[in-house]
């Protein structure tokens, strides 16, 4: 069984560049989330979609983050402007319905620096 | 606030050894306590998820324990091997709706030889 997908693995912009991320779930996962773990720290949630409708974006900053899940498959994160402060790990992760007690499986990531 | 702290920072042993990592957590309402494993560079990989009725639960040579009265739970590691260099983290979830997990900030696990 294929895992998360995530690219690019890697990123290095400038502050107030745009950048997107992109996640494709596990087949058959109705439930994606993007987590912010910045170093050191625990991963911390962006955004929940079950299906294409967004379940949970309280702690998304709004005014420089996006994220979209079209057709309910594939996933995209935009930041623009980027901050300093954005430099982190972006996790994608899914899960089969987003149950209660429900494993996550996690992408490996994408490694963010802005300069 | 719901919070999760784990002890302790890092550590490290000796390959063959065994260790036990601690987690404290105050979430409510309980729903789940989840650890999971996370290699350098890598997401977090599942490594056991119990529930509020289970106060222990095995993977290999992974066995975590759960006591709910106190809100602790511990992950211990039998004959560690160099591959279990990694970070764990504690994870408890919450659910009022939809379910929320709050993460702990992880214990830097590193086995030398």
């Known amino acids: 069984e294929a895992g998360v997908a995530q690219s690019p693995r890697y990123k290095i912009i400038e502050k107030r560049q745009s950048v997107a991320f992109w996640c494709n779930p596990i087949?058959?996962?109705?439930?994606l989330y993007w987590y912010q773990q910045i170093l050191g720290q625990g991963p911390k949630l962006l955004i929940q979609?079950?299906?294409?409708?967004?379940?949970?974006d309280s702690q998304l900053p709004k005014d420089r983050f996006s994220a979209e899940r079209l057709k309910g498959v594939d996933s995209t994160l935009k930041i623009q402007p980027a901050k300093l402060e954005d430099s982190a790990v972006y996790l994608c992760?899914?899960?089969?319905?987003?149950?209660?007690?429900?494993?996550?499986?996690f992408g490996s990531g994408t490694q963010l620096s802005v300069l | 606030k719901n919070q999760v702290e784990q002890s302790p920072q890092s550590l490290i042993i000796l390959e063959g050894k065994n260790c036990t990592l601690q987690?404290?957590?105050?979430?409510?309402?309980?729903?789940?306590l989840r650890w999971y494993k996370q290699d350098t560079g890598r997401g977090p990989v599942s490594l056991t998820i119990?529930?509020?009725?289970?106060n222990t639960k095995s993977n290999g040579r992974y066995t975590a324990t759960l006591d709910a009265d106190t809100k602790q739970s511990s992950l211990h590691i039998t004959a560690s091997q160099l591959s279990d260099s990694a970070s764990y983290i504690c994870?408890?979830?919450?659910?009022?709706?939809?379910?929320?997990?709050?993460f702990g900030t992880g214990t830097r696990l590193t086995i030398i030889p």
């Open positions: 987690c404290n957590y105050t979430v409510s309402p309980f729903s789940n």
């Open positions: 087949s058959g996962h109705a439930t």
């Open positions: 994870v408890v979830g919450s659910n009022f709706g939809n379910e929320k997990l709050t």
């Open positions: 992760a899914s899960s089969s319905l987003g149950a209660s007690n429900e494993k996550l499986f």
């Open positions: 119990m529930t509020f009725s289970e």
């Open positions: 979609f079950q299906n294409n409708g967004v379940v949970d």
